[in-house]
Protein backbone atom coordinates (compact mmCIF):
# COMPACT_ATOMS: atom_id res chain seq x y z
CA UNK A 1 0.00 0.00 0.00
CA UNK A 2 2.74 1.82 -0.79
CA UNK A 3 1.48 5.59 -2.01
CA UNK A 4 2.79 9.30 -2.56
CA UNK A 5 1.57 11.68 -0.43
CA UNK A 6 2.39 15.14 0.35
CA UNK A 7 0.97 18.29 2.15
CA UNK A 8 -0.09 19.49 -0.83
CA UNK A 9 -1.11 16.70 -1.99
CA UNK A 10 -2.77 14.37 0.50
CA UNK A 11 -5.40 11.67 -0.06
CA UNK A 12 -8.71 11.96 1.53
CA UNK A 13 -10.30 9.54 4.28
CA UNK A 14 -12.31 7.66 2.29
CA UNK A 15 -9.33 6.81 0.03
CA UNK A 16 -6.91 5.82 2.97
CA UNK A 17 -10.11 3.55 4.28
CA UNK A 18 -10.32 1.87 0.77
CA UNK A 19 -6.84 1.12 0.90
CA UNK A 20 -6.92 -0.09 4.21
CA UNK A 21 -9.49 -2.52 3.34
CA UNK A 22 -7.83 -3.53 0.23
CA UNK A 23 -4.87 -4.21 2.11
CA UNK A 24 -6.53 -6.28 4.92
CA UNK A 25 -8.85 -7.79 2.54
CA UNK A 26 -5.49 -9.89 0.92
CA UNK A 27 -4.82 -10.82 4.83
CA UNK A 28 -5.60 -14.75 5.20
CA UNK A 29 -7.66 -16.38 8.11
CA UNK A 30 -6.47 -16.46 11.49
CA UNK A 31 -6.63 -18.69 15.03
CA UNK A 32 -7.05 -16.31 17.47
CA UNK A 33 -7.13 -16.70 21.39
CA UNK A 34 -9.19 -14.57 23.99
CA UNK A 35 -11.74 -13.86 26.37
CA UNK A 36 -15.30 -12.99 25.62
CA UNK A 37 -16.19 -9.64 26.96
CA UNK A 38 -18.75 -8.83 25.50
CA UNK A 39 -21.58 -11.01 23.61
CA UNK A 40 -24.57 -9.42 21.59
CA UNK A 41 -27.31 -11.86 20.11
CA UNK A 42 -29.64 -9.59 19.18
CA UNK A 43 -33.35 -11.51 18.24
CA UNK A 44 -34.16 -12.30 14.97
CA UNK A 45 -31.01 -11.05 13.79
CA UNK A 46 -28.19 -13.13 11.23
CA UNK A 47 -25.22 -12.08 12.80
CA UNK A 48 -23.50 -12.34 16.70
CA UNK A 49 -21.43 -9.90 17.78
CA UNK A 50 -18.64 -10.44 20.17
CA UNK A 51 -15.70 -8.88 21.94
CA UNK A 52 -12.40 -10.76 22.11
CA UNK A 53 -10.25 -9.46 24.62
CA UNK A 54 -6.34 -10.37 25.61
CA UNK A 55 -6.29 -9.84 29.63
CA UNK A 56 -2.73 -9.62 29.38
CA UNK A 57 -2.18 -6.71 27.18
CA UNK A 58 -5.70 -4.80 27.72
CA UNK A 59 -6.34 -5.41 23.85
CA UNK A 60 -9.79 -5.78 22.62
CA UNK A 61 -11.20 -6.54 19.06
CA UNK A 62 -14.63 -7.13 17.49
CA UNK A 63 -15.78 -10.59 16.25
CA UNK A 64 -18.75 -11.26 13.92
CA UNK A 65 -19.74 -14.40 13.39
CA UNK A 66 -23.35 -15.81 11.50
CA UNK A 67 -25.89 -17.13 13.91
CA UNK A 68 -25.28 -20.55 12.63
CA UNK A 69 -21.54 -20.34 13.78
CA UNK A 70 -22.51 -19.17 17.29
CA UNK A 71 -25.10 -21.50 17.77
CA UNK A 72 -23.26 -24.76 17.61
CA UNK A 73 -21.24 -23.24 20.82
CA UNK A 74 -24.04 -21.63 22.52
CA UNK A 75 -24.55 -23.95 25.10
CA UNK A 76 -20.94 -23.88 26.35
CA UNK A 77 -19.91 -20.10 25.66
CA UNK A 78 -20.50 -16.88 27.11
CA UNK A 79 -19.27 -13.83 28.30
CA UNK A 80 -15.90 -14.32 30.05
CA UNK A 81 -15.41 -17.37 28.50
CA UNK A 82 -11.91 -18.03 26.19
CA UNK A 83 -11.90 -19.24 23.26
CA UNK A 84 -10.45 -20.19 19.97
CA UNK A 85 -11.38 -18.50 16.65
CA UNK A 86 -11.28 -18.81 13.13
CA UNK A 87 -11.60 -15.97 11.68
CA UNK A 88 -10.72 -13.67 8.85
CA UNK A 89 -9.91 -9.98 9.44
CA UNK A 90 -11.99 -7.50 8.01
CA UNK A 91 -12.30 -3.87 7.53
CA UNK A 92 -15.73 -1.73 7.76
CA UNK A 93 -14.83 1.55 5.38
CA UNK A 94 -17.86 3.74 6.80
CA UNK A 95 -16.28 3.90 10.68
CA UNK A 96 -12.81 2.40 9.38
CA UNK A 97 -12.91 -0.76 11.82
CA UNK A 98 -11.39 -3.40 11.77
CA UNK A 99 -13.03 -6.97 13.09
CA UNK A 100 -12.81 -10.33 12.32
CA UNK A 101 -15.36 -12.78 10.84
CA UNK A 102 -15.42 -15.87 12.44
CA UNK A 103 -16.42 -19.00 10.85
CA UNK A 104 -15.76 -21.45 13.56
CA UNK A 105 -15.45 -20.82 17.56
CA UNK A 106 -14.08 -23.30 19.74
CA UNK A 107 -14.54 -23.23 23.66
CA UNK A 108 -11.53 -23.58 25.77
CA UNK A 109 -13.32 -25.63 28.74
CA UNK A 110 -15.11 -23.50 30.68
CA UNK A 111 -12.80 -21.42 29.36
CA UNK A 112 -9.85 -24.05 30.20
CA UNK A 113 -8.33 -21.55 32.49
CA UNK A 114 -11.13 -21.82 34.76
CA UNK A 115 -11.25 -25.31 34.76
CA UNK A 116 -7.48 -25.29 35.85
CA UNK A 117 -8.28 -22.31 38.61
CA UNK A 118 -11.14 -25.26 39.86
CA UNK A 119 -8.31 -27.40 40.34
CA UNK A 120 -5.95 -24.76 42.14
CA UNK A 121 -8.83 -24.68 44.54
CA UNK A 122 -9.44 -28.28 45.24
CA UNK A 123 -5.88 -28.24 45.70
CA UNK A 124 -5.05 -25.49 47.74
CA UNK A 125 -8.25 -26.37 50.06
CA UNK A 126 -6.80 -29.80 50.43
CA UNK A 127 -3.69 -28.61 52.36
CA UNK A 128 -5.66 -26.16 54.57
CA UNK A 129 -5.05 -22.78 53.35
CA UNK A 130 -8.49 -22.58 53.30
CA UNK A 131 -9.90 -23.50 56.30
CA UNK A 132 -11.65 -21.31 59.15
CA UNK A 133 -9.63 -22.60 61.64
CA UNK A 134 -6.81 -20.92 60.19
CA UNK A 135 -8.12 -17.67 59.96
CA UNK A 136 -7.40 -14.58 62.48
CA UNK A 137 -10.01 -12.50 63.92
CA UNK A 138 -9.48 -8.51 62.69
CA UNK A 139 -8.83 -5.84 65.62
CA UNK A 140 -11.95 -4.04 67.00
CA UNK A 141 -10.10 -0.20 66.34
CA UNK A 142 -7.04 -0.54 63.94
CA UNK A 143 -4.57 1.90 64.32
CA UNK A 144 -2.87 1.59 60.81
CA UNK A 145 -4.35 -0.14 58.09
CA UNK A 146 -2.29 -1.26 55.23
CA UNK A 147 -4.09 -1.14 51.74
CA UNK A 148 -3.18 -2.23 48.49
CA UNK A 149 -4.81 -1.29 45.61
CA UNK A 150 -4.63 0.58 41.81
CA UNK A 151 -2.81 4.29 41.41
CA UNK A 152 -6.41 6.51 41.91
CA UNK A 153 -8.34 4.02 41.85
CA UNK A 154 -12.01 4.05 42.38
CA UNK A 155 -11.74 0.87 45.42
CA UNK A 156 -8.56 3.58 47.25
CA UNK A 157 -10.90 6.10 47.46
CA UNK A 158 -13.78 4.12 49.00
CA UNK A 159 -11.88 2.68 51.11
CA UNK A 160 -9.86 5.79 52.17
CA UNK A 161 -13.29 8.01 52.37
CA UNK A 162 -15.65 5.48 53.90
CA UNK A 163 -13.18 4.39 56.64
CA UNK A 164 -12.28 8.26 57.74
CA UNK A 165 -15.81 8.92 58.04
CA UNK A 166 -16.43 6.40 60.17
CA UNK A 167 -13.66 6.98 62.04
CA UNK A 168 -11.55 9.99 61.54
CA UNK A 169 -8.64 8.99 63.30
CA UNK A 170 -7.40 5.89 61.25
CA UNK A 171 -4.44 5.78 59.48
CA UNK A 172 -3.74 4.20 56.37
CA UNK A 173 -0.40 2.77 54.44
CA UNK A 174 -1.11 2.61 51.07
CA UNK A 175 0.67 0.47 48.22
CA UNK A 176 -0.32 1.51 44.61
CA UNK A 177 0.22 -1.39 42.38
CA UNK A 178 -1.25 -2.64 39.05
CA UNK A 179 -4.29 -4.73 39.62
CA UNK A 180 -4.39 -6.09 36.47
CA UNK A 181 -1.99 -7.65 33.99
CA UNK A 182 1.37 -9.51 33.35
CA UNK A 183 3.11 -7.81 36.86
CA UNK A 184 -0.26 -7.38 39.04
CA UNK A 185 0.81 -10.82 40.65
CA UNK A 186 4.70 -9.98 41.83
CA UNK A 187 3.84 -6.30 42.66
CA UNK A 188 0.49 -7.26 45.02
CA UNK A 189 2.38 -10.17 46.66
CA UNK A 190 5.60 -8.03 47.24
CA UNK A 191 3.11 -5.04 48.79
CA UNK A 192 1.71 -7.42 51.26
CA UNK A 193 4.66 -8.81 51.93
CA UNK A 194 5.85 -5.37 52.63
CA UNK A 195 2.78 -4.33 54.82
CA UNK A 196 2.79 -7.57 56.78
CA UNK A 197 6.58 -6.87 57.80
CA UNK A 198 5.75 -3.81 59.49
CA UNK A 199 4.84 -4.01 62.93
CA UNK A 200 2.57 -1.16 63.45
CA UNK A 201 0.09 -2.14 60.74
CA UNK A 202 -2.98 -4.14 62.31
CA UNK A 203 -4.93 -5.52 58.96
CA UNK A 204 -4.18 -5.53 55.16
CA UNK A 205 -7.13 -4.44 52.92
CA UNK A 206 -6.51 -5.79 49.14
CA UNK A 207 -8.62 -4.02 46.89
CA UNK A 208 -9.76 -3.78 43.43
CA UNK A 209 -13.38 -2.48 41.98
CA UNK A 210 -14.52 -5.34 40.20
CA UNK A 211 -14.03 -6.08 36.50
CA UNK A 212 -13.86 -9.09 34.32
CA UNK A 213 -13.08 -12.69 35.41
CA UNK A 214 -10.07 -11.86 33.59
CA UNK A 215 -9.20 -8.89 34.74
CA UNK A 216 -9.54 -10.69 38.22
CA UNK A 217 -7.13 -13.76 37.20
CA UNK A 218 -4.17 -11.68 39.25
CA UNK A 219 -5.82 -12.48 42.63
CA UNK A 220 -6.33 -16.30 41.81
CA UNK A 221 -2.26 -16.66 41.14
CA UNK A 222 -1.01 -19.25 43.70
CA UNK A 223 2.03 -17.77 44.21
CA UNK A 224 -0.42 -15.12 45.93
CA UNK A 225 -2.58 -17.18 47.69
CA UNK A 226 0.22 -18.94 49.26
CA UNK A 227 2.14 -15.11 50.29
CA UNK A 228 -1.44 -14.31 51.91
CA UNK A 229 -1.95 -17.59 53.83
CA UNK A 230 2.06 -16.43 55.18
CA UNK A 231 0.56 -13.27 57.10
CA UNK A 232 0.78 -12.88 60.79
CA UNK A 233 -1.35 -9.75 60.09
CA UNK A 234 -4.95 -9.93 59.39
CA UNK A 235 -6.04 -9.88 55.18
CA UNK A 236 -8.97 -8.61 54.06
CA UNK A 237 -10.08 -9.24 50.54
CA UNK A 238 -12.13 -6.57 48.90
CA UNK A 239 -12.02 -7.81 45.17
CA UNK A 240 -14.92 -6.88 43.09
CA UNK A 241 -18.48 -7.17 43.44
CA UNK A 242 -20.75 -9.83 45.01
CA UNK A 243 -20.69 -12.23 42.01
CA UNK A 244 -17.02 -12.12 41.64
CA UNK A 245 -15.31 -14.64 43.70
CA UNK A 246 -11.40 -15.32 42.94
CA UNK A 247 -9.09 -17.47 45.53
CA UNK A 248 -8.01 -14.38 47.75
CA UNK A 249 -11.43 -14.41 49.12
CA UNK A 250 -11.00 -18.42 50.67
CA UNK A 251 -7.77 -17.86 51.68
CA UNK A 252 -8.06 -13.87 53.45
CA UNK A 253 -9.21 -13.74 56.80
CA UNK A 254 -12.53 -11.83 56.09
CA UNK A 255 -14.16 -11.30 52.86
CA UNK A 256 -15.77 -7.86 52.01
CA UNK A 257 -18.26 -7.68 48.87
CA UNK A 258 -16.94 -4.44 47.61
CA UNK A 259 -13.84 -2.18 49.19
CA UNK A 260 -16.90 0.01 50.66
CA UNK A 261 -17.88 -2.95 52.41
CA UNK A 262 -14.52 -3.38 53.71
CA UNK A 263 -14.02 -0.34 54.81
CA UNK A 264 -17.05 -0.82 56.87
CA UNK A 265 -16.23 -4.30 58.59
CA UNK A 266 -12.60 -3.17 59.34
CA UNK A 267 -13.47 0.26 61.19
CA UNK A 268 -15.71 0.94 63.32
CA UNK A 269 -18.38 3.85 62.96
CA UNK A 270 -17.72 6.58 65.69
CA UNK A 271 -21.39 7.76 66.04
CA UNK A 272 -22.46 3.45 66.14
CA UNK A 273 -20.13 3.11 69.31
CA UNK A 274 -20.86 6.20 70.66
CA UNK A 275 -24.95 5.38 70.50
CA UNK A 276 -23.15 1.74 71.57
CA UNK A 277 -21.98 2.61 74.82
CA UNK A 278 -24.90 5.38 75.31
CA UNK A 279 -27.11 2.75 75.15
CA UNK A 280 -24.76 0.62 77.62
CA UNK A 281 -24.67 3.15 79.60
CA UNK A 282 -28.60 3.78 79.90
CA UNK A 283 -28.95 0.10 80.52
CA UNK A 284 -26.34 -0.06 83.24
CA UNK A 285 -28.19 2.85 84.66
CA UNK A 286 -31.49 1.23 84.38
CA UNK A 287 -29.79 -2.20 85.53
CA UNK A 288 -28.99 -0.22 88.87
CA UNK A 289 -32.08 1.69 89.32
CA UNK A 290 -34.37 -1.45 88.90
CA UNK A 291 -31.23 -3.48 91.79
CA UNK A 292 -31.94 -0.36 94.06
CA UNK A 293 -35.80 -0.25 93.97
CA UNK A 294 -36.15 -3.67 94.38
CA UNK A 295 -33.44 -3.52 97.41
CA UNK A 296 -35.88 -0.45 98.92
CA UNK A 297 -38.74 -2.85 98.15
CA UNK A 298 -37.51 -5.46 99.81
CA UNK A 299 -36.15 -3.36 102.86
CA UNK A 300 -39.65 -1.69 103.07
CA UNK A 301 -41.35 -5.32 103.23
CA UNK A 302 -38.89 -6.56 105.74
CA UNK A 303 -39.43 -3.52 107.84
CA UNK A 304 -43.14 -3.71 107.60
CA UNK A 305 -42.78 -6.87 109.75
CA UNK A 306 -44.07 -7.02 112.91
CA UNK A 307 -41.28 -8.27 114.03
CA UNK A 308 -39.48 -5.37 112.94
CA UNK A 309 -41.64 -2.47 113.93
CA UNK A 310 -42.45 -3.90 117.32
CA UNK A 311 -39.01 -5.73 118.23
CA UNK A 312 -39.72 -5.75 121.69
CA UNK A 313 -42.77 -6.99 121.72
CA UNK A 314 -41.50 -11.41 121.27
CA UNK A 315 -39.37 -10.66 124.08
CA UNK A 316 -42.63 -9.24 126.67
CA UNK A 317 -44.41 -12.35 125.12
CA UNK A 318 -41.19 -14.61 125.81
CA UNK A 319 -40.64 -12.85 129.20
CA UNK A 320 -44.39 -13.97 130.53
CA UNK A 321 -43.75 -16.85 129.86
CA UNK A 322 -40.44 -17.49 131.03
CA UNK A 323 -42.23 -15.65 134.44
CA UNK A 324 -44.46 -18.30 134.46
CA UNK A 325 -42.08 -20.88 134.47
CA UNK A 326 -40.10 -19.41 137.05
CA UNK A 327 -42.51 -19.21 138.87
CA UNK A 328 -44.12 -22.41 138.32
CA UNK A 329 -40.97 -24.04 138.96
CA UNK A 330 -40.52 -22.95 142.80
CA UNK A 331 -44.04 -23.68 143.55
CA UNK A 332 -43.05 -27.20 142.21
CA UNK A 333 -39.48 -26.38 144.18
CA UNK A 334 -41.33 -25.63 147.34
CA UNK A 335 -43.86 -28.38 147.15
CA UNK A 336 -40.84 -30.79 146.89
CA UNK A 337 -39.08 -28.83 149.96
CA UNK A 338 -42.15 -28.87 152.17
CA UNK A 339 -42.78 -32.86 151.70
CA UNK A 340 -38.90 -33.05 151.98
CA UNK A 341 -38.67 -31.29 155.33
CA UNK A 342 -42.25 -32.98 156.86
CA UNK A 343 -40.47 -36.28 155.45
CA UNK A 344 -37.05 -35.09 157.67
CA UNK A 345 -39.20 -33.95 160.66
CA UNK A 346 -40.89 -37.68 160.98
CA UNK A 347 -37.73 -39.36 160.45
CA UNK A 348 -36.11 -37.17 162.85
CA UNK A 349 -38.88 -38.06 165.45
CA UNK A 350 -38.46 -41.99 165.05
CA UNK A 351 -34.79 -41.43 165.16
CA UNK A 352 -35.29 -39.52 168.41
CA UNK A 353 -37.62 -42.07 169.50
CA UNK A 354 -35.77 -44.82 168.79
CA UNK A 355 -32.54 -43.49 169.84
CA UNK A 356 -30.48 -44.50 173.17
CA UNK A 357 -30.55 -41.09 173.89
CA UNK A 358 -33.89 -41.26 174.82
CA UNK A 359 -33.60 -44.64 176.73
CA UNK A 360 -30.75 -42.63 179.20
CA UNK A 361 -33.47 -39.85 179.30
CA UNK A 362 -35.48 -42.53 181.13
CA UNK A 363 -32.70 -43.04 183.57
CA UNK A 364 -30.73 -45.84 182.14
CA UNK A 365 -27.27 -46.03 181.95
CA UNK A 366 -25.01 -48.30 179.58
CA UNK A 367 -21.97 -50.08 180.84
CA UNK A 368 -18.58 -50.28 178.66
CA UNK A 369 -15.85 -51.94 179.17
CA UNK A 370 -12.26 -50.33 178.72
CA UNK A 371 -12.10 -50.97 175.16
CA UNK A 372 -16.17 -49.70 174.59
CA UNK A 373 -17.43 -52.92 174.10
CA UNK A 374 -21.34 -52.90 175.87
CA UNK A 375 -21.63 -55.22 178.83
CA UNK A 376 -24.61 -57.27 178.12
CA UNK A 377 -24.53 -60.20 180.39
CA UNK A 378 -22.86 -60.39 183.94
CA UNK A 379 -20.77 -62.75 182.61
CA UNK A 380 -18.78 -60.53 180.56
CA UNK A 381 -16.99 -58.84 183.74
CA UNK A 382 -14.86 -59.79 186.70
CA UNK A 383 -15.04 -58.56 190.33
CA UNK A 384 -13.09 -55.57 190.31
CA UNK A 385 -12.70 -54.72 186.65
CA UNK A 386 -13.76 -50.88 186.15
CA UNK A 387 -16.39 -49.87 183.48
CA UNK A 388 -17.53 -47.20 182.20
CA UNK A 389 -20.85 -46.20 183.25
CA UNK A 390 -22.73 -43.61 180.60
CA UNK A 391 -25.71 -41.59 181.16
CA UNK A 392 -27.53 -39.01 179.90
CA UNK A 393 -25.85 -35.69 181.34
CA UNK A 394 -22.36 -37.77 180.78
CA UNK A 395 -20.58 -40.62 182.26
CA UNK A 396 -18.83 -42.29 185.00
CA UNK A 397 -16.47 -45.27 186.17
CA UNK A 398 -17.74 -47.97 188.45
CA UNK A 399 -15.91 -50.99 189.38
CA UNK A 400 -17.62 -54.50 189.64
CA UNK A 401 -17.55 -56.36 193.03
CA UNK A 402 -17.60 -60.29 193.42
CA UNK A 403 -19.73 -61.65 190.82
CA UNK A 404 -22.07 -63.52 193.55
CA UNK A 405 -22.77 -60.25 195.47
CA UNK A 406 -23.22 -58.36 192.22
CA UNK A 407 -26.06 -61.49 191.00
CA UNK A 408 -27.63 -60.66 194.83
CA UNK A 409 -27.74 -57.54 194.26
CA UNK A 410 -29.29 -57.61 191.22
CA UNK A 411 -32.44 -60.09 192.46
Same mark, same amino acid.
Given at each position: ?AV?????????V?????L???????????? @?E???T?????????V?F?T???P???IS???????????? @?????? $????? @????K?????????L????????????G?????????????????L??LE????L???P??????CG?????E???L????H?W????F????????????VP?????V??LDA???V???I???G??S %????LP?S????V???A?????????????????L??H????R??T???????????VG? $?????????D?A?R? %?????E?E??G????LA?PS????HR???E?S?Q??A?????R???G?L?D?????????H /???? /??S??A?L??G????????G?VV????????????R?R????A?????????? /??K???
Amino acid at each position: MAVNTSAESPLPVGEVSRLIGGWIDRLGAVW @VEGQITQLSRRPGAGVVFLTLRDPSYDISINVTCYRQVFDA @VADVVS $EGARV @VVHAKPEWYAPRGQLSLRAVEIRPVGVGELLARLEQLKKSLAAEGLFALERKKPLPFLPQLIGLVCGRASAAERDVLENARHRWPAVRFEVRNVPVQGVHAVPQVVQAVKELDALDDVDVIIVARGGGS %VEDLLPFSDEQLVRAVAACRTPVVSAIGHEPDNPLLDHVADLRASTPTDAAKKVVPDVGE $EVQRVQALRDRARRC %VLALVEREERGLAHALARPSIQHPHRMIDERSDQVSALVDRGRRTLGHLLDRAESELTHTH /ARVV /ALSPAATLQRGYAVLQKPDGHVVRTPDEVTAGEALRARVAEGAFTVHVEKAEQ /AAKAEK
